[in-house]
């Protein structure tokens, strides 16, 4: 049996939706492994920061979109938060822009 050409699109795009779910769960399985307090405050405060960063997407679609458009606005402000939430540099901005995407779709699913 042959794939289609719309059938490979749909399986790309659904490959894509699934590996970007990934890669904002384990933003938040991240922040449950650091063990220090102190660490962990300064993720959380740097998280806060940048919720305010992302772009006010109504879906998941856009979230997912938006994410997958590296090097922007989003990813300037999660460095600069990470930068104010820890100026030993100890957090990991690819921790944090993950953790906060996933909230976001967190807070997307509760408002639906």
Known sequence: MHTSYQ??????????????LRMWRSGEEA????????????YERAIALSLGS??????????VRHYCERGGA?????????????????IVPGIVRNAVYWRRLQGLVQAA
Do not use: K
Request: aromatic share 0%; charged share 25%.
């Open 7 to 20: 059938q490979a699109i749909e399986l790309a795009r659904r490959r894509r939706l699934a590996l970007t």
């Open 31 to 42: 922040l449950g492994r650091v063990g220090r307090p102190e660490l962990r405050s300064g």
């Open 54 to 63: 992302l772009p006010s997407d109504s879906c998941m679609a856009s979230l």
């Open 74 to 90: 989003v990813d300037d402000c999660v460095a600069a938060a990470c930068r104010a939430s820890d100026p030993q540099g100890q």
